[in-house]
């Protein structure tokens, strides 16, 4: 092989190597969209479109009974005890119910933080609408203090026939030391 090929070779190499990295970086930037796009296309994750808010009234559908489950958890370091009053519950389509979420700050100082809601099966997530939720605000938690949230909401009637169970989860994220913009 003589120096001009190896020289020839070494930049093909080379403009590989530069070519894959730029495809990795841009992969990994267009992750995010693709993710929310899948998610929304396939109803995976509950990921939920704004937030679903209740207005006005609904028929009670009383013939018909889901149960609702409710999640918590915390993300890594946050620093709060975090519960549902009830693990489930029974409703009914087109009936306001209120569940309250219990947080305590387990440290010394003071925090905020936010929720993030889930709902199981993540297509029919449009149909449990909230008319009261801590999630729609940042939360601020003295020290040592338990803080009780309630959440209103209601299963719209118009939810399909074969739904009989639906998880509502919330996740506690620390927002402390978050920067204002």
Known sequence: MTPANRSRDNMRLVRRIAFVAVAMFGFGFAMVPFYNVFCEWTGLNGKVKGEATATGEYRVDASREITLEFITS????????????????????????????????????????????????????????????????????????????????????????????????????????????
């Not at 297509?123 to 938690?141: D, H, I, N, P, V």
């Open 74 to 181: 915390l993300n890594e370091g946050m620093p709060l005890a975090f519960r549902a009053e009830k693990s489930k519950l029974k409703v009914h389509p087109g009936q306001y119910y209120t569940v309250n979420f219990y947080a305590e700050n387990l440290t010394d100082r003071q925090l905020t933080g936010q929720a993030i809601p889930s709902i199981a099966p993540g297509l029919f997530a449009e149909y449990l609408k909230k008319a009261e939720c801590f999630c729609f605000s940042e939360q601020k938690f003295e020290p040592h203090r338990e803080r009780t949230m309630p959440v209103r909401f209601v299963v719209d009637p118009k939810i399909p026939e074969e739904v009989r169970d639906m998880t509502l989860s919330y996740t506690f994220f620390d927002i402390t030391d978050r920067k204002p913009n």
